[in-house]
């Protein structure tokens, strides 16, 4: 069974940053990413990150947020700047690998 642990969220200012980080159970998958789901709303892709290193990102984040991996880790980072009151959302971690796996989600708050 896959574990996705994801760290890093909480409380920031509108303008400000946070880096987002998923620790995986598993080194060997298709690709990585994180997905946020707003109160009230669906949960939609912020950006994925493919075994290859290939990043791709959803328009709304588009030059304010960088995906990464650290290999040796097992790890996935979102970092997030020029956070806007419209990126509070829960922030959840997948692995694609046979099936898609999902971390238990990390609440993100910006304030305006």
Not at 59 to 73: E, H, L, M, P, Q
Request: proline share 0%; aromatic share 8%; hydrophobic share 35%.
């Amino acid at each position: 069974q896959v574990q996705l642990v994801e760290s890093g969220g909480g409380l920031v200012q509108a303008g400000g940053s946070l880096r987002l980080s998923c620790a995986a159970s598993e080194s060997q998958f298709n690709s990585m990413g994180w997905h946020r789901q707003a109160t009230g709303k669906q949960r939609e892709l912020v950006a994925t990150i493919s075994r290859l290193g290939t990043a791709n990102y959803a328009d709304f984040v588009k030059g304010r947020f960088t995906i990464s991996r650290d290999n040796a880790k097992n790890t996935v980072y979102l970092q997030m700047n020029s956070l806007k009151a419209e990126d509070t959302a829960v922030y959840y971690c997948n692995l694609d690998r046979i099936r898609r796996y999902w971390g238990q989600g990390i609440q993100v708050t910006v304030s305006s």
